[in-house]
């Protein structure tokens, strides 16, 4: 038996969020982005080593397409973008998030609802990558290649697709975000 429970964040809701994220990258700034990706990781492996509920286990596996796409030479995300995903993934490197992680059940509850909305923040991007990651595979074997070994160099053949993946990216925020006159994070700001 399945059960579908929705949960509207309201205003207030949505500010909790906001100044836990700024809470947390403001704790973040003296992080490199390796060990802000190293800190998210760690959540993973955490949440591997319990037995999740099934709609927090899902979100973790969104977390690990941000941590990928941050660390990703092959995708090279263009730095000012990089650090769009970095400052989502800065709440996942502080260790004191809102419900401690320890506490079983609820323990990532909070990490499963700032990954939705760093998600919904982030679509275009996480759009962007999983289709450079698909073609990537796709074509490496078409041509005998090893795509794990891809994630660490940019090949010329997959250039042009990474290049027009990442306009359309940036188009369709643009377009998302045209009526507030470009595109406005809520939840993370832009490293300093």
């Known amino acids: 038996m399945s059960l579908a429970i929705t949960i509207e964040l309201g205003d207030a809701d949505l500010q909790h969020f ?3 994220m700024q809470r947390a990258q403001s704790e973040a700034k003296s992080l490199s982005p390796q060990q802000i990706t190293e800190a998210a990781s760690k959540l993973l492996v955490d949440g591997h080593k319990v037995k999740l509920p099934n709609f927090i286990a899902e979100r973790l ?10 660390n990703d030479e092959g995708f090279a995300l263009p730095e000012e973008d990089r650090q769009h995903v970095l400052a989502c993934l800065t709440y996942f490197a502080n260790p004191q998030d809102i419900i401690p992680d320890g506490v079983p059940v609820l323990g990532f509850l909070d990490d499963a609802i700032m990954i939705e909305l760093c ?74």
């Open 61 to 70: 596996g969104k977390l690990d397409s941000m941590i990928a796409m941050a």
């Open 119 to 192: 998600v919904r923040e982030l679509q275009y991007e996480i759009e962007a990558y999983e289709d450079f990651v698909l073609y990537r595979k796709d074509e490496a074997a078409r041509r005998g290649v090893d795509p794990s070994a891809l994630k660490t160099q940019r090949v010329e053949w997959a250039e042009a697709r990474r290049i027009e993946l990442i306009e359309r990216m940036r188009k369709r925020r643009g377009q998302s975000y045209q009526s507030s006159g470009g595109w406005k994070p809520v939840l993370f700001t832009f490293r300093g």
């Open 18 to 20: 906001i100044d836990a």
